[in-house]
Structure formats: structure tokens, C-alpha cells
């Protein structure tokens, strides 16, 4: 992967682009410094990132559709590994 994206998702939430895996696995997205678990989501140039939401026991929260997910905002930053 030649170009790091600025925006992507896992599969077009939001309206941003799908990112396959082997995309997904050469990046890594930090909000304030901290890499958050299970991004979905994310726009570097809006600052935010999606995040899934996980109960006490370390299960995803599911709504019995979808997933449930986070917003979290702050200075976002996309690196490749």
C-alpha cells in the first residue's frame, strides 16, 4: 500500500470507502496518541473514529442487528505498520 488513507471503513459505514483487509492490517489509527480497539470507522481530516463498544466480560455489544459503536473524537492519525 503505496498511499495511507485519511478515511476508510471496514465495509463503507458512513459513506467512506471499504477497505479490504489486507488494507486494514497495514494501518494503524491512533485518536489522541491511543490506539483504540476495533475501529470501524474513521475520518482524520474530521477527527473522529468509530469504534465497537465491548461489555464488561469483553464481548462486542450487539443491539441483536448491528454492532454497537462509539464515536470518539480528538486528533486522529492513520500510519502504516
Known sequence: MTDI???GSVNGECG???MS???RKAIRVT???DMPRSVVAFDADAGWVDVIQ???DG???HNGEDF???RL???VEVRGV
Do not use: C, I, Y
Open 5 to 7: 488513507p485519511r478515511q
Open 16 to 18: 467512506l470507502p471499504a
Open 21 to 23: 483487509l489486507d488494507e
Open 31 to 33: 485518536v489522541n496518541g
Open 54 to 56: 465491548w461489555d464488561d
Open 59 to 61: 464481548r462486542p455489544l
Open 68 to 70: 454497537v459503536t462509539q
Open 73 to 75: 473524537h480528538g486528533k
